[in-house]
């Protein structure tokens, strides 16, 4: 499961990886890729996720589910597995937690709304890699993928970002009143959790905190904790050191 902003096409190198093992399924979540979008953008939210993510593993007659996901894709596998007899037996969580980083939700919610436009596809490549420098270094030809995956053109030529701008909707209508009760929800959710669970923290990370991490080490589901330094929010997998993390953990 992607982050906010992304797309399933994140995971084209970690699912071949797994697939010797597995049978992957990386979704597009509604409003991104190739998923339709809503007509109300307030239910671009957890609640809405994790219900979509219950019909999913059904038509796909899931039973036993190791769940990955990367920053929203984390809260939303969180939500699932916080669930009474839900199907989750590992859990990863990719540089997420219940706690997040005020200033990290704010550079976020800065870019996500803005109805940005570009008249070529390099313009638009290098304004991905800006906001996305968190992730780390990569090749040039890792940062044209990781462009190529979540840009498309409009009607009239312009390369747009492939998701709808509504995403900032909640975000944006969100008080520090809402925002303090979902995180109480988030730990209750985490206290819940009872499955084995691998937590992935960029060591840079600017929305997962180093006490917030430990926190997550002493109670629930106690997640086993593994830093990447040198990287931010988050961690791609495209790197082999990276995947061979979550590789280790799944199949043991």
Not at 46 to 59: G, N
Not at 177 to 190: K, S
Not at 200 to 207: A, F, T
Request: net charge negative; with cysteine; hydrophobic share 45%.
């Amino acid at each position: 499961m992607h982050g906010v902003t992304r797309v399933a096409d994140d995971f084209d190198v970690l699912a071949p990886a797994l697939s010797d093992a597995y049978r992957v399924i990386c979704p597009d979540i509604v409003g991104r890729g190739k998923s339709g979008w809503l007509r109300n953008p307030m239910h671009y939210q957890i609640p809405q996720y994790v219900s979509d993510m219950v019909t999913l593993l059904a038509r796909a007659d899931a039973e036993v589910v190791d769940w990955v996901g990367t920053s929203m894709g984390g809260l939303i596998g969180m939500g699932l597995a916080a669930v009474p007899d839900n199907p989750i037996r590992k859990l990863v969580l990719n540089d997420v937690g219940p706690t997040i980083n005020a200033g990290a939700i704010a550079r976020i919610a800065e870019y996500i709304g803005q109805d940005v436009r570009f008249a070529s596809f390099e313009q638009a490549a290098e304004y991905i890699k800006a906001i996305s420098l968190s992730f780390g270094p990569h090749s040039d030809a890792e940062w044209h993928k990781l462009a190529t995956d979540v840009l498309k053109q409009n009607d009239e030529g312009q390369w747009i970002r492939h998701y709808d701008l509504g995403l900032a909707v909640p975000i944006k209508a969100t008080t520090p009143e809402m925002a303090t009760a979902a995180q109480l929800g988030l730990w209750g959710a985490y206290d819940a959790i009872r499955c084995e669970t691998l937590l992935i923290r960029g060591g840079d990370s600017d929305l997962l905190s180093p006490e917030v991490a430990q926190q997550m080490t002493q109670r629930g589901p106690k997640a086993k904790l593994v830093e990447i330094a040198g990287v931010g929010h988050a961690p791609t997998f495209v790197h082999q050191d990276q995947i061979e993390i979550v590789k280790d953990f799944l199949l043991a």
